[in-house]
Protein backbone atom coordinates (compact mmCIF):
# COMPACT_ATOMS: atom_id res chain seq x y z
CA UNK A 1 0.00 0.00 0.00
CA UNK A 2 2.74 2.31 0.78
CA UNK A 3 4.86 1.72 -1.85
CA UNK A 4 1.55 2.09 -4.11
CA UNK A 5 1.05 5.43 -2.94
CA UNK A 6 4.90 6.14 -3.05
CA UNK A 7 4.25 5.33 -6.99
CA UNK A 8 1.80 7.19 -7.46
CA UNK A 9 3.31 10.42 -6.02
CA UNK A 10 6.54 9.59 -8.42
CA UNK A 11 4.15 8.98 -11.40
CA UNK A 12 2.28 12.62 -10.42
CA UNK A 13 5.27 13.99 -9.97
CA UNK A 14 6.68 13.01 -13.35
CA UNK A 15 3.28 13.94 -15.23
CA UNK A 16 3.84 17.48 -14.13
CA UNK A 17 6.94 17.48 -15.25
CA UNK A 18 6.03 15.96 -18.69
CA UNK A 19 3.11 19.03 -18.74
CA UNK A 20 5.62 21.67 -17.70
CA UNK A 21 8.01 20.45 -20.95
CA UNK A 22 4.80 20.09 -23.08
CA UNK A 23 3.69 23.85 -22.10
CA UNK A 24 7.47 24.58 -22.65
CA UNK A 25 7.67 23.22 -26.28
CA UNK A 26 3.82 25.01 -27.17
CA UNK A 27 5.72 28.17 -26.71
CA UNK A 28 9.02 27.56 -28.82
CA UNK A 29 6.95 26.04 -31.08
CA UNK A 30 4.15 29.26 -31.05
CA UNK A 31 7.02 31.04 -32.47
CA UNK A 32 8.32 28.91 -35.23
CA UNK A 33 7.02 30.17 -38.27
CA UNK A 34 6.44 28.24 -41.70
CA UNK A 35 9.04 26.87 -44.18
CA UNK A 36 8.48 29.56 -46.80
CA UNK A 37 11.33 32.46 -46.15
CA UNK A 38 9.97 36.07 -46.18
CA UNK A 39 12.19 38.41 -48.22
CA UNK A 40 13.95 40.53 -45.91
CA UNK A 41 12.37 43.84 -45.26
CA UNK A 42 8.94 42.68 -46.47
CA UNK A 43 6.28 44.21 -44.71
CA UNK A 44 2.11 44.34 -44.72
CA UNK A 45 -0.06 46.56 -43.73
CA UNK A 46 -3.83 47.73 -43.50
CA UNK A 47 -4.50 50.82 -45.87
CA UNK A 48 -7.78 51.26 -44.66
CA UNK A 49 -9.51 51.55 -42.33
CA UNK A 50 -7.47 53.32 -39.92
CA UNK A 51 -7.44 52.85 -36.31
CA UNK A 52 -10.44 53.87 -34.44
CA UNK A 53 -12.39 54.27 -37.53
CA UNK A 54 -16.28 54.35 -36.96
CA UNK A 55 -18.02 52.41 -40.05
CA UNK A 56 -22.03 53.14 -40.15
CA UNK A 57 -23.89 49.74 -41.07
CA UNK A 58 -20.55 47.59 -40.59
CA UNK A 59 -19.95 46.80 -44.54
CA UNK A 60 -16.59 48.38 -45.76
CA UNK A 61 -14.13 47.68 -48.45
CA UNK A 62 -10.83 46.31 -46.66
CA UNK A 63 -7.42 47.92 -48.49
CA UNK A 64 -4.50 45.22 -48.12
CA UNK A 65 -0.97 46.51 -48.30
CA UNK A 66 2.11 44.61 -48.96
CA UNK A 67 5.57 45.80 -49.50
CA UNK A 68 8.92 43.63 -50.21
CA UNK A 69 6.31 40.90 -50.96
CA UNK A 70 4.01 40.08 -54.31
CA UNK A 71 0.71 38.87 -53.72
CA UNK A 72 -0.45 35.87 -55.77
CA UNK A 73 -3.32 33.22 -55.62
CA UNK A 74 -3.11 30.49 -53.37
CA UNK A 75 -1.71 27.68 -55.05
CA UNK A 76 0.92 29.43 -56.58
CA UNK A 77 4.18 28.49 -55.41
CA UNK A 78 6.34 30.97 -56.78
CA UNK A 79 8.99 33.17 -54.14
CA UNK A 80 8.90 36.12 -52.28
CA UNK A 81 5.04 35.90 -52.39
CA UNK A 82 1.88 35.34 -50.58
CA UNK A 83 -1.83 36.23 -49.96
CA UNK A 84 -3.63 37.90 -47.61
CA UNK A 85 -5.67 37.10 -44.63
CA UNK A 86 -7.53 39.13 -41.84
CA UNK A 87 -7.73 38.47 -38.30
CA UNK A 88 -10.89 39.47 -37.45
CA UNK A 89 -11.74 39.62 -33.42
CA UNK A 90 -9.09 36.95 -33.38
CA UNK A 91 -5.03 36.39 -31.47
CA UNK A 92 -2.78 35.35 -34.07
CA UNK A 93 -3.28 31.76 -35.10
CA UNK A 94 0.40 29.59 -34.74
CA UNK A 95 2.63 30.55 -37.51
CA UNK A 96 3.86 26.92 -38.66
CA UNK A 97 0.44 25.92 -39.53
CA UNK A 98 -2.09 26.42 -42.11
CA UNK A 99 -4.10 29.64 -41.16
CA UNK A 100 -7.72 28.62 -40.09
CA UNK A 101 -10.49 29.13 -42.35
CA UNK A 102 -13.78 30.33 -40.70
CA UNK A 103 -15.24 33.37 -39.83
CA UNK A 104 -12.84 35.20 -37.68
CA UNK A 105 -10.29 34.43 -40.52
CA UNK A 106 -10.88 35.17 -44.06
CA UNK A 107 -8.63 33.78 -46.76
CA UNK A 108 -8.16 35.97 -49.95
CA UNK A 109 -6.64 33.33 -51.98
CA UNK A 110 -7.46 34.60 -55.49
CA UNK A 111 -4.68 37.07 -54.74
CA UNK A 112 -7.37 39.90 -53.40
CA UNK A 113 -5.85 43.56 -52.12
CA UNK A 114 -9.04 44.23 -51.35
CA UNK A 115 -12.14 43.07 -50.28
CA UNK A 116 -16.01 43.87 -49.42
CA UNK A 117 -15.98 43.00 -45.24
CA UNK A 118 -18.94 43.06 -43.26
CA UNK A 119 -19.18 43.34 -39.78
CA UNK A 120 -21.77 43.07 -36.71
CA UNK A 121 -22.26 46.36 -34.38
CA UNK A 122 -19.82 46.62 -31.67
CA UNK A 123 -15.99 46.92 -31.18
CA UNK A 124 -13.80 44.79 -33.34
CA UNK A 125 -10.09 43.96 -34.22
CA UNK A 126 -8.57 43.72 -37.76
CA UNK A 127 -4.89 42.51 -38.10
CA UNK A 128 -3.71 40.78 -41.83
CA UNK A 129 -1.53 38.05 -41.71
CA UNK A 130 0.17 36.63 -45.04
CA UNK A 131 0.43 33.22 -45.88
CA UNK A 132 2.18 31.22 -48.36
CA UNK A 133 0.95 29.00 -50.95
CA UNK A 134 -0.07 26.62 -48.90
CA UNK A 135 -1.96 29.47 -46.04
CA UNK A 136 1.30 28.88 -44.15
CA UNK A 137 2.78 31.82 -42.80
CA UNK A 138 5.83 33.08 -43.84
CA UNK A 139 9.46 32.51 -42.19
CA UNK A 140 9.11 35.40 -40.36
CA UNK A 141 5.94 35.82 -40.36
CA UNK A 142 4.57 39.00 -42.10
CA UNK A 143 1.65 40.53 -40.21
CA UNK A 144 0.18 43.76 -40.06
CA UNK A 145 -0.49 45.85 -36.85
CA UNK A 146 -3.63 45.04 -34.92
CA UNK A 147 -6.06 47.92 -35.25
CA UNK A 148 -9.90 48.12 -33.56
CA UNK A 149 -12.66 49.49 -35.27
CA UNK A 150 -16.61 50.61 -34.08
CA UNK A 151 -19.63 49.37 -35.52
CA UNK A 152 -22.19 51.70 -33.87
CU1 LIG B 1 -4.98 31.40 -47.25
Redesign the pocket.
Known amino acids: MRRALTFASVAAAAGVIGMMAGGLTGGIKGAVAGETPAPKDAKVYIIWPSEGTVIKGGKFWLRMGARGIGVAP ?1 GVEKANTG ?1 H ?1 VIIDSPLPPFDED ?1 P ?1 DNNHL ?3 AGQSEARVELPPGTHTLQLLM ?1 DHN ?1 VPHDPPLMSRKITVIVP
Do not use: L
Open positions: SHHIAHFGGH
